[in-house]
């Protein structure tokens, strides 16, 4: 059995700043990469930044968000700077892992919701 539980959103400011963090536990043999997913209401789930032996950016967070991972503890961290209200949404951490059964997949946090609101 395999979790991903994040932690770290909130409510801030516009300009604000938040760290939310992703910590992966369970029967893990590997993890291949980690990302980071957000969903607006009435929006589709999309992609926010990914990380592996490189890192990728939505164009729309580049300069502003730093994703970043601890191995040893199988975290995956999304440090957001100079957040604007169109940041709000569930933030939901994914992981392409194999397990120690030998299966390999995809899972999924629960969320955190962060809200950027004056």
């Known amino acids: 059995q395999v979790q991903l539980v994040e932690s770290g959103g909130g409510l801030v400011q516009p300009g604000g700043s938040l760290r939310p963090s992703c910590a992966a536990s369970?029967?893990?043999?590997?993890?291949?990469?980690m990302a980071w997913y957000r969903q607006a209401p009435g929006k589709q789930r999309e992609l926010v930044a990914g990380?592996?032996?490189?890192?990728n950016y939505d164009d729309s967070v580049k300069g502003r968000f730093t994703i970043s991972r601890d191995n040893a503890k199988n975290t995956v961290y999304l440090q957001m700077s100079s957040l604007k209200p169109e940041d709000s949404a569930v933030y939901y951490c994914?992981?392409?892992?194999?397990?120690?059964?030998?299966?390999?997949?995809?899972?999924w946090g629960q969320g955190t919701q962060v809200t950027v609101s004056s």
């Open positions: 994914n992981a392409d892992l194999q397990a120690t059964t030998g299966r390999r997949f995809m899972a």
């Open positions: 369970g029967s893990i043999f590997m993890i291949y990469s």
């Open positions: 990380i592996s032996r490189t890192t």
